[in-house]
């Protein structure tokens, strides 16, 4: 389908759900896909880094777009990450999900090699050459070595180049850069990566945002944007507050013993285990499990949310 | 062929020519390859860092293993990397490069995703058991979040999990505690990736060296091997100087206009090209090509050190 | 004086002034004092990073905030920087600034060295141990080598250790989480440094501002708070859409020729040179000066938001 | 006293005794110069990162540098640290080290302010025209945000503003391209902080080196320095790798619980208080102190190396 002009609202990075042999659960994948549309978002964004795209396989990459598209059938816009090292590799995937039925691409700068700020210029520019959809710039500096300038986003965006900027820098300085700039392009979209800042971002100006956490509690954000959007203040800021304690579960996993992915990603799908959405909580190798502790704590941000 | 236990000698990781177009020169693959079996060294390491590896699609990566694989038959072993974000997207590749041929695989910690030295752990515990060939770790601090620590080193090899260590940090200090600290491995292979300090690593008990800048000059690299072994120290050191001469050549590319992979990468094959082993000098996109005067700059690096 | 609990309002913090000779130009300090405080700022923050406080001798460190305290004489707070590499170094300026009058000492995070959460923590007690004015943290990532986390900030606050919390960070996700969990601590402070997210930052609940930019428009500033707290979210939006265009002016210098310090601090100072505020532009060795050109640049920012 | 031309063999940084309260414990720094002078080292270098210069006040460092000078009285030479943040303050103990009677000073590139290689240049070029000592560079990356680059040191070199490199970085590839290319400069002098390759760095062609842990066991590297000069790599080597099991004592202290100059500067402390060289082992604030279980493994580290 044609995406929108711009892309507007709540687009949640879709999990992964796994079996336990670590294998794409088509069926959690659709139940999850319903919990989503049903509670009102606007698009979804598969194999985002929350949707564990650096951990699955192009054959696992390739039944979740088709899983998705084929459940949603045209209703909403299906974005899919294209994440991977450089341009050819890039490149692959952007044939793979376009192919699946995805409608628009979403990638990072090069990652891996050493870079520069001509070369992912070049990158994007060979990427827009080639794609078929509309491709999407991924701004996330944790992941890669270099964060997308402003400067860099604007000269692509008034080229053309890209449709749009899904922004997890966490940078807001930069964030509000890019959208102070943009507002002579209308068609560009604005999305905030960040979970705990979306009403500030709306307010500043952007088109949309893609929280990790509305894959578990979608509705939340769904009312947050709507809030926004009617300019509700005191309404948004208060739905905002409470996601952030939810959020606080991203943190349950033990520093010592796992890294961040291991800790947000399990706690997410942990969530969405206790709530009943997926069939199983397993995360792909080789992060570590959360233990069951960590998963009970998980249920009481989800209890103090409202949500369990 | 079954690795000599441990691997030992000069091993450069083979770059990858590609035609204009990008695609795979496989003539002037199996012409490098003679260059470098000719020269005397002791196996062949495809798909590192240094090959291209981050800009080859999996059909690429094919090709090149199943050339070289095919063109040395069995005369001297070949190392592939596998180079990928997580264990299942590695798996795939050491299914698909051992079904290519390759007679051990050459694995990074986790990149992309934020990690853990316990994740880092399990993942090349996970790649051990599934893989039918041995695994050498890849030290690539520069690539990945994090560097691998001695002490990790030295659990998995006394576990077996490990056959080598290829160290490209540039550490030697932590090179040297895995050294002192694998006395009791025999068949531990150590090898540093550094260009610069072969004699050095290997008057330390280094086991091998895998020079990027040994596609240029194999015959330097054997001399220079083969003169630490034999005890000359002053030969070596005099071979191992000039050898540090030449590798100026990395910084050719003005870091105004391109990264330190375009630069470097860039003067491998524009050398490789001014010495005739290769037909095209062209690299993968999206990094910069080299400038007529800086690709002139290379070829005085060339005269320079006798060969051209 | 004893500071308002919590603090509030635009606290600039003020840029030093040097003579061609590189002393502090006192009567250029006392000049721009004036322009802060006859704009209606609400406190002042001397040797800051945009004070160049890393730039500064222990003798001109004293010779600020005893030229700053001595002319606002009580009118409004000041406080100082005591930015050092540890705890006692940190503590020898926390004697000089308060000898010297300064009302609360503002501390990062040690740097220079490896360090750790826990050393961050026992650094920030000790400090209130044995300060006699109020102490706030410095949240200043670029600069050292730790961020300070929320919960460490929250311990601290909880604790009353810290006073309040300057978060240069620009992680608006984090300063939100110190926010949200800080509404039980009535008088603690939460300040942002970033210049250009002020209107949200207080509309998450933050109770002032610390921008840089301040000292080139500190009226700017002034309404905009101003704006923000009378609610009227449209003009707050208008004037900090403004200044962010005007804080563009910070990237005038040439990033082949100077870093990051010598352009952002090079223009504030060539901005309140140009405006007829302070005697000399000069900003301290080894940062590099501003072109003619970029000067002429600088210019150009100051006509576009209508102040020259 | 005048330095040799160039500055060779065994040159520790001293650590600083403390005492219980914080103060430099003066009876113990003599001691320790004396078990550092009769062990026959070459030079002393006061007030580095192993002396915890970071950790010192400027009444704290000037007792150290008289200390040390008056109790060795030019018998052999005393190299000073800098260390701060800029140019202005470190000129400021340019002159204060110089008046407590230090032979040379050592600097490193500025820190905790954004900085760039032309910034770097300029700092040393001020340093060495306002200094009446020689100046050293010290090279000491995880510190400070830049590392000198070879060319930049080389430059520094050829035009007469440095005497020397102090090199801690650690990179024995860039180590080796100085030395390589300062062969035409022999007045100018290379010295390796590594403790673990100073067999390696005085073949490649070092003029000394600067180990912390020569502190511990002072003979021990005039032994491997004589070696290495008398052309005996064998017993270089085996007392190289004695020390490198030494230096495992850096990571006695639990990573859980501190930093890594915690752990590091509190063993070799730990270390001269149990070989009864020092009154007190306690480091500064905020480093936190080894538990007694940790002290004891530093104590077997000791009796491993035949040192207790």
Known sequence: MTLPTPLTGVIPPVCTPLTPEGEVDTASLTSLTDHLVTAGVDALFVLGSSSEAAYLTDAHRRTVVETVTGHVAGQLPVLAGVIDMTTPRVLDHVRAVTAAGADAVVATAPFYTRTHPAEIERHFRLLAERATTPVF????????????SPDLVLTLARDGVITGLKDSSGDEGSFREV?????????????TGSELTVDSALAMGADGVVPGLGNVDPEGYVRLYRACRAGDRERARAEQERLCRLFGMVRVGDPARMG??????????????????????????PQVPLSAAEVERVGKFLAGAGLL
């Open 137 to 148: 710039a991924y701004d996330q500096p944790t992941s890669v070595p270099l964060k997308l």
């Open 179 to 191: 959208l102070v700039n943009s507002r002579a392009l209308p068609g560009f979209s604005v999305l």
């Open 260 to 285: 961040g992915s291991s800790s947000a990603l399990g706690a997410f799908k942990a969530a969405l285990h206790l709530r009943g959405v997926i069939a199983c909580p397993v995360t792909a190798e």
